[in-house]
């Protein structure tokens, strides 16, 4: 089974809008199956963010990903990787479109975008071992999830 991770960024903690965008998740049928609030380090966030590291955004990015709290969410389901990032929106907030989390809630132009969501599974493999230990994730089934399927 398919598993993602989600980071509500420093931004979305702060604006008050983790209860908002995990609904849209549990709205949509898909299974949280870990979650938890965290500071992400310096060291932390270097290896999330590995193949930004060199970019000129980067002091930027890491300055907001380590600036304060964040909640981290394990989702698992079939094509969960696409789903989340079609939910997710386009990179730039202002670019995101309407229905999306980031064009809903979020007008910057640059860094400040709420949300980060796998890109791929290896990528989601990678960062899933980075920020959980295996007995922090709930393989659990919803009993809902026979009318999410067919
Ligand atoms: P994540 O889910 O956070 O990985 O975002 P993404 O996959 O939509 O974008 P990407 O991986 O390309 O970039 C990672 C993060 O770096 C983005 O979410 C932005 O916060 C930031 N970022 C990316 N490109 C730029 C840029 O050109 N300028 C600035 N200021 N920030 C950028
Ligand atoms: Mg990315």
């Not at 930027?60 to 990032?85: C, D, F, S, W």
């Amino acid at each position: 089974m398919e598993r993602t991770l989600v980071i509500l960024k420093p931004d979305a903690v702060q604006r008050q809008l983790m209860g908002k965008v995990i609904s849209r998740f549990e709205e949509k049928g898909l299974p949280i199956v870990a979650c938890k609030m965290m500071t992400i380090s310096p060291e932390l966030a270097d290896r999330h963010y590995e193949a930004h590291t060199a970019k000129p955004f980067y002091p930027g990015l890491k300055a907001y990903m380590t600036g304060g709290p964040v909640l981290v969410l394990v989702l698992q389901a079939e094509g969960v990787i696409a789903m989340v990032r079609k939910m997710m929106g386009a990179t730039f907030a202002s670019d995101a479109e309407p229905g999306t989390i980031r064009g809903d809630y979020g007008c910057a132009k640059g860094t400040f975008n709420l949300i980060h969501g796998s890109d791929s599974p290896e990528a989601a493999q990678r960062e899933i071992e980075l920020f959980f230990e295996k007995n922090e994730i709930f393989d659990y089934k919803l009993t809902n999830q026979c009318w999410l399927k067919a």
